[in-house]
């Protein structure tokens, strides 16, 4: 595949919103809050403690798990949310905050097996969210030990007729809100205002329409008076990151709209709204959105290295003057290395380099760390994240000139020795992860480099 070079991080373009302008400084303090989000709807929070243990060698000092009783037979009930509870004692114990993400437009499931999906309901059906509206205040008050409730009212949101408007979500929200000053009054309340834009019309995330409404809907969601002393927000930064949504704005021609920006920030700020944070789902783990492919849904999880836009989108962060970014695992073992450099580069100005080379050190040798550091980087230039990109948003490869092709960068990688002592606790051994790297070697040499699972860059 040819190579292409583009700007380097700290160069300007004028077509790359996570990019800042050339001899700026976007890295001041470690940001207040630097989290991740490591739940999800579809598992219980991590149960090993030695899990916790590497999150905080990372750097992360916030956890958000997912509340999924509805999931659940109301007779389960119970049991899952003494698990739920245990799981944010556990996480207290190591020493993080931790905070419950709550979705909106989920529909209890009552049976007959143990979990299942009852699917989405419109909200305005009133007795429909009436019940949706009892069973978050019975959640709310059995998981009251969390320093925070994070209302998500998008996907899935509003209704699939297209007949809500941003009041409705306003309202919801507020629902919302009054159950957490009731049941929790300790905790902190926010708004992510992630699938906002599904609350007027239902546009389709396939279409520029759902992104250019995401931000138009964010921002009149924060200018009313929902937020503010005891209403945060999560912005989902879609504009600045996402690839999905990046090749949907060059397909048209048109430039994105990045969202919030730091006059943005700082208008929130004078209102006394806290926290400001970040939330960029993707970046981390190469989930499955539909349009990435091969992604980690369809391998079942593959380890990658994104450490150049991470660390782009971390000083973006800092430059909007955001409080902290919250950055998603799914696969914890696979991405491991991502994890790390998430957290990391929260809490300092490493590069990407000095990043992938730490990490080396903590898998490889001291003899042979420098060569897994090389193979770290070929990894990186060849990530499917980066290739889902348009090209005039990719950023410029990382220097390997030892390497110059998947063939030697596994005959290097046959040479790599294991540390027998890894400086960090580790989510697995590094013999076992430098097999995941071998795998993603062979994948590479394969072809299976990742692109766009649709025409929309044709």
């Known amino acids: 595949m040819e190579r292409r070079r583009f700007l380097k991080v700290a160069l300007a373009t004028s077509v790359g919103p996570f990019l800042i302008p050339a001899g700026a400084s976007a890295q001041g303090a470690p940001f207040e809050t630097i989290g ?3 739940s999800l709807p579809t598992d219980l929070p991590p149960k090993d403690s030695n899990t916790y243990d590497f999150f905080k060698a990372c750097g992360y000092n916030y956890l958000e798990f997912c509340e999924a009783g509805f999931r659940y037979r109301p007779d389960l009930l119970p049991d899952y949310y003494e698990q739920m509870s245990h799981a944010v004692n556990l996480a207290h114990e190591k020493g993080f905050r931790v905070g419950i993400v709550l979705l909106a437009g ?58 809500t408007t941003l009041n409705d979500c306003i309202t919801f929200c507020r629902h919302v809100q009054d159950i957490v000053k009731e049941e929790a009054p300790g905790a902190s309340f926010s708004v992510n205002l992630w699938g906002v834009a599904e609350w007027e019309g239902f546009p389709s995330a396939f279409s520029l329409r759902f992104w250019q409404q995401e931000a138009n809907l964010s921002r009149r969601l924060v200018s009313s008076d929902l937020l503010g002393l005891n209403c945060g ?21 048109i430039q994105p709209d990045p969202y919030p920006t730091l006059s943005d920030i700082q208008r929130l700020r004078t209102r006394g709204v806290k926290p400001l944070l970040g939330w960029p789902y993707f970046l981390v783990d190469e ?31 800092h430059r909007i003057g955001l409080d902290g970014l919250v950055a998603n695992a799914i696969f914890f073992q ?57 090209v005039s948003y990719r950023l ?35 013999t076992v992860y430098l097999g995941r790297l071998k795998r993603r070697l062979e994948a590479i040499a394969a072809g299976k480099i990742g692109g766009v699972s649709n025409d929309l860059n044709n």
């Open 287 to 317: 989930a499955d959105e539909g349009y990435m492919s091969p992604n980690n849904v369809e391998s079942g999880g593959q380890s990658s290295a994104e450490t150049r836009y991470i660390r782009a989108l971390v000083d973006t962060g």
């Open 396 to 430: 410029r490869e990382l220097d390997v000139p030892q390497i110059d092709s998947a063939s030697a960068a596994l005959k290097l990688l046959a040479q790599v020795k294991p540390c027998e002592r890894p400086a960090i606790p580790l989510l697995e051994g590094p």
């Open 106 to 163: 989920m529909e209890q499931w009552k049976g007959p097996g143990k979990i299942g999906y009852a699917g989405t309901f419109s909200t305005i059906d009133q007795p429909k969210l009436a019940e949706r509206l009892v069973h978050l205040r019975r959640e709310v008050s059995l998981l009251k030990n969390a320093d925070a409730f994070i209302v998500i009212p998008g996907d899935p949101g509003g209704d699939p007729k297209g007949r």
């Open 233 to 253: 927000v999560a912005f989902p930064l879609h504009n600045y990151y996402r690839p999905l949504t990046l090749a949907l704005y060059s397909k048209a021609g």
């Open 334 to 390: 696979a991405e491991s290395l991502n994890i790390y450099a998430f957290g990391q580069m929260c809490r300092s100005d490493l590069s990407p380099g000095q990043v992938l080379d730490k990490y080396a050190g903590f898998i490889a040798d001291e003899k042979s760390r420098a060569s897994l550091g090389g193979i770290l980087r070929y990894i990186e230039n060849n990530s499917n994240w980066q290739n889902s990109f348009p």
């Open 36 to 38: 991740l989000y490591c």
